[in-house]
């Protein structure tokens, strides 16, 4: 169909193409029972890239991503390519992206599914029915700035330099997409950052301040030091629902919250950028975990977190909200009938692979749409 979406679709390494096949299957339930149709494009990234290509990312892939409605990205990296020089890293590829796209704003949920409140570290009463957003600025602060780098002294020792900065740009953009992202939740901003500190963080907090007087002061916004957050999230998460912080703190702050969850194979991502004169924005969508390689091929993995990050593809490069509110109740309840993959398995629960999850979930949305 001519309305279909232009979709990238780039497993990478490790368990990457496992969980990125289960993924497709369920694109192909959508293609096949819905009016939501996908023209999907497959390219090698990472190090299966650098394999065949001597590059981690060819011009030609970077050019179909750049044309690209959407993208769904799965892992990269393993320990075979550890000896590599930087630049020809796995991971570079994915900064790559990053930067080459203007991947500015990072979408990290937390959400506790009720079948998995027991797999959380905390207590069930603390996690139970949990659903946080974290947005990372992606692109600035203390891991682009400059000057950076490790110099001698001359007494012979050595200094390492990084720098944390940020523009008016930079933090109104990204403060606009969390407003408008909680616009669409439960209304409720924290702004996290250090303005007691650091002048960035300063910055930080003015910046986000006249962003809510100027146009969302329906909304609520909260100023947090990042430290008080990091105790919160793990004292009382449900007081969150939008977080909205600097690429630093946003690291820190999403891995925490993703502790909360019992497993990263439970957490999906995306990564925005700015809105061309079509209304389009480029995107990418991509599971938390990392390419797993010591479960590589056993069937192990869980793809839950690959086909959530197609959920959000749907919602906020789409606009099909109804669709990805299907593929969460569709893992809702393949959790509630008591299956689990490896990372996630609990006595007394059924004990399944991949793709038989891959599977499961196709069915339970086959039982959603009868």
């Keep these: 169909m001519s309305t279909n979406k232009k979709v990238l679709m780039l497993p990478g390494d490790g368990i990457g193409p496992e969980v990125m096949q289960q993924t497709n299957r369920v694109i192909n339930w959508f293609d096949k029972n819905t009016e939501v149709g996908f023209d999907i494009e497959e390219e090698l990234v990472g190090g299966a890239s650098y394999d065949k290509y001597n590059t981690p990312i ?21 320990p075979e390519y550890d000896d590599l020089s930087f630049d020809v890293k796995p991971e570079r590829a994915l900064l790559k992206l990053r930067k080459d796209l203007g991947l500015f704003a ?3 949920p937390a959400i506790v599914f009720n079948a998995l409140e027991d797999a959380s570290s905390l207590k069930t009463e603390i996690v139970r ?7 990372r600025e992606l692109t600035g602060g203390i891991y682009f700035g400059e000057p950076r780098g490790i110099e001698k002294l001359s007494d012979g020792t050595r200094r390492g330099i990084n720098t944390e900065v940020y523009s008016t740009k930079e933090i109104r953009r990204v403060g606009e997409v969390g407003f408008e992202l909680a616009s669409k939740r439960k209304g409720i901003v924290h702004s996290v950052e250090k303005a007691n500190v650091m002048e960035s963080g300063l910055l930080w907090r003015e910046e986000m301040q006249y962003l809510y007087e100027e146009k969302f002061d329906h909304l609520k916004l909260s100023h947090m030091y990042a430290d008080n957050c990091a105790m919160q999230l793990v004292r009382d998460p449900h007081q969150f629902d939008v977080i909205v912080t600097t690429n630093l703190f946003g690291d820190l702050l999403s891995d925490i919250s993703a502790a909360l969850t019992g497993s990263l194979g439970m957490l999906p991502s995306a990564s925005l950028g700015e809105y061309n004169k079509q209304g389009i924005r480029k995107s990418l969508y991509e599971p938390v975990h990392g390419s797993a390689p010591d479960i590589r091929g ?5 793809p839950i977190a690959m086909i959530l990050s197609f959920a959000m593809m749907l919602r906020y490069s789409l606009d099909r909200n109804e669709e990805a509110d299907l593929i969460k109740k569709a893992v809702g309840l393949v959790l509630k009938d008591g299956l689990r993959t490896a990372d996630i398995f609990q006595s007394g629960k059924t004990l399944i692979s991949t793709e038989k999850m891959g599977e499961e979930i196709c069915n339970r949305l086959d039982r959603i749409a009868n």
């Design 58 to 78: 060819t011009d030609e892939v970077m050019e179909k991503a750049l044309n690209a409605d959407a993208i769904l990205f799965g892992a990269v990296g393993g």
């Design 106 to 108: 990072n979408l990290r």
């Design 129 to 135: 029915g949990l659903d946080i957003m974290i947005l």
């Design 298 to 302: 056993t069937g192990k993995a869980n």
